[in-house]
């Protein structure tokens, strides 16, 4: 798993991953089936919601992210003067 600090962390995350798994399971028959796909998110929609304040921290954080989020648009985005 990846952004995870320690073994503890990890297996916090393995028992609340697991926690939400059998919530689900006990009320399976409470749950209607959805039939509809629903929308994916966008990456540039997405992109676009952040403040913009620290590209080079997101990008160093995020490595597989890089290809999402280049230098170019973090300086486009900023010349822009978009903001929330």
């Given at each position: 798993?990846?952004?995870?600090?320690?073994?503890?962390?990890?297996?916090?995350?393995?028992?609340?991953?697991?926690?939400?798994?059998?919530?689900?399971?006990?009320?399976?028959?409470?749950?209607?089936?959805?039939?509809?796909?629903?929308?994916?998110?966008?990456?540039?929609?997405?992109?676009?919601?952040?403040?913009?304040?620290?590209?080079?921290?997101?990008?160093?954080?995020?490595?597989?992210?890089?290809?999402?989020f280049?230098?170019?648009?973090?300086?486009?985005?900023?010349?822009?003067g978009?903001?929330?």
């Amino acid at each position: 798993m990846r952004g995870i600090r320690d073994l503890d962390e990890a297996h916090a995350l393995i028992a609340w991953i697991q926690g939400q798994v059998n919530d689900i399971y006990e009320r399976r028959d409470q749950i209607a089936p959805r039939y509809t796909s629903q929308a994916g998110l966008k990456v540039m929609e997405i992109l676009k919601l952040l403040p913009m304040t620290n590209c080079r921290a997101l990008r160093q954080s995020y490595g597989d992210f890089q290809s999402f989020f280049p230098e170019a648009f973090c300086r486009a985005w900023r010349k822009s003067g978009s903001s929330l």
